[in-house]
C-alpha cells in the first residue's frame, strides 16, 4: 500500500478494517492510534503489546527517517515470511520422529513393569524423561527470547555455534541481521559510529553487540570498522573483505545490502538442510533405540516362558 502511494494513516485504516489476519486488526488500530496522538512510527512499534524485535525496529527507524518504509517493510515481509516457512517445514519434518519418541517412552519401562507389575513405577518411568524433554525444550525456546538475560542468551549461543550446520546457520542470519540493519541506517543519513551499535543490536547475537560495543574507543581514536573487522574473528574473511572493499570504493551501501542477502540466504539454506536431515538421524536412533527395547521384551518373555517350564 505504502508502495502504491497510499498515506501511512490510510493503510493502517485499511487494513484494520480488512485485516489479512485477526490478529492483525488490533495491531493496526494501535499503531493508527499511537501516530494519531502525535507518535512517530517507530515509537508506535515500540510500545505495541509484546513488542518489537530490534532488527525490526532498527530498520523502521532507519526507513522512516530516510523516507523508505515501502522498502523496509518489503525486506521485512521477505525476512520474515522466510522465517515463518523454514520454521513450518521442521515441523513437519520433526512431527513423526517426535510422536515415535513418545511411543519410545511408553515402550522402554515395558520390561520392568511385565516383570514387577508395578504400574506406579511403570508411569514413573513414562512421565520422567518425557517432561525432562518438555522442560529441556522449553529451557531452550525460554533462552532465545528477547527479554531473557543476555547473559544466558550468550551462553546459549556459544553452545550452538558449536553445533554442526545450526550454529554455521545462526551465525550466517545474525551477520545479514547486522549488514540490514547497518545498510538501512547508513542510507538514512546515521553515522557510522553511531549505526555500528544499534545494528550490533539488532542482530540478536550477544557475541557481535560484545565486539562492536567494544570498539568505542578504536572509533574514537580514527580507526574504520574495516579494519576493526579484519582484526576480528567473530566476522568471516568474506564479510570483512566485502565491507573494506564498500568502505575504500565509497560504495558501502550497496555492498552491505549484497552481504545482507548472501548471509540471509546461507543462514536459511542451512536451516532448511538442517530441518531435512536432524529429523531423520532423531528418528534412526530412536528406532535403533526402539528395536533393542523390543529385543529386550522378547527375551525377559523366552525368559520367563523358559523358566516356566523347566517347572
Not at 504400574?119 to 529451557?139: C, D, Q
Not at 543490536?201 to 574504520?224: C, E, F, I, M, Q
Not at 546461507?266 to 529429523?279: D, I, M, V
Amino acid at each position: 500500500m505504502l508502495g502504491a502511494g497510499l498515506p501511512v494513516l490510510n493503510a493502517l485504516e485499511q487494513l484494520g478494517r480488512n485485516p489479512p489476519s485477526a490478529r492483525i486488526g488490533p495491531f493496526s488500530h494501535h499503531l493508527l492510534d499511537s501516530l494519531q496522538r502525535g507518535l512517530s512510527f517507530t515509537d508506535a512499534f515500540q510500545i505495541l503489546p509484546g513488542g518489537t524485535p530490534d532488527f525490526d525496529l532498527a530498520l523502521i527507524a532507519a526507513g522512516e527517517r530516510s523516507g523508505r518504509l515501502d522498502q523496509t517493510f518489503a525486506l521485512l515481509a521477505r525476512h520474515l515470511g522466510e522465517h515463518v516457512a523454514n520454521a513450518q517445514r521442521m515441523v513437519q519434518e520433526a512431527a513423526y520422529p517426535i510422536l515415535v519418541l513418545h511411543l519410545a517412552a511408553f515402550v522402554a519401562p515395558l520390561p520392568a513393569f511385565v516383570q514387577s507389575g508395578n504400574f506406579t513405577r511403570y508411569l514413573a518411568g513414562v512421565l520422567g524423561p518425557l517432561l525432562v524433554a518438555y522442560g529441556a525444550v522449553g529451557l531452550v525456546a525460554w533462552s532465545f527470547r528477547r527479554d531473557s538475560p543476555e547473559r544466558w542468551r550468550a551462553l546459549l549461543e556459544r553452545v550452538v555455534i558449536r553445533v554442526p550446520v545450526v550454529g554455521s546457520a545462526r551465525a550466517d542470519l545474525a551477520l545479514g541481521r547486522l549488514a540490514g540493519a547497518l545498510e538501512a541506517q547508513l542510507s538514512a543519513g546515521i553515522l557510522v559510529t553511531e549505526a555500528w551499535p544499534a545494528a550490533a543490536a539488532a542482530s540478536g547475537s550477544p557475541l557481535l553487540k560484545r565486539v562492536v560495543d567494544g570498539w568505542t574507543t578504536h572509533l574514537a581514536n580514527g580507526h574504520t570498522p574495516g579494519e576493526l573487522i579484519r582484526c576480528s574473528a567473530a566476522f568471516p574473511e568474506l564479510f570483512s573483505s566485502g565491507y573494506a572493499s564498500g568502505e575504500i570504493s565509497g560504495r558501502l551501501e550497496q555492498e552491505l545490502r549484497r552481504l545482507a542477502r548472501y548471509h540471509e540466504e546461507e543462514g536459511f539454506r542451512k536451516l532448511r538442510l538442517a530441518s531435512q536431515w536432524a529429523p531423520r538421524l532423531f528418528y534412526g536412533f530412536i528406532a535403533i533405540w526402539m528395536v533393542g527395547q523390543i529385543l529386550m521384551i522378547a527375551g525377559g518373555y523366552a525368559a520367563v516362558l523358559h523358566q516356566f517350564l523347566d517347572e
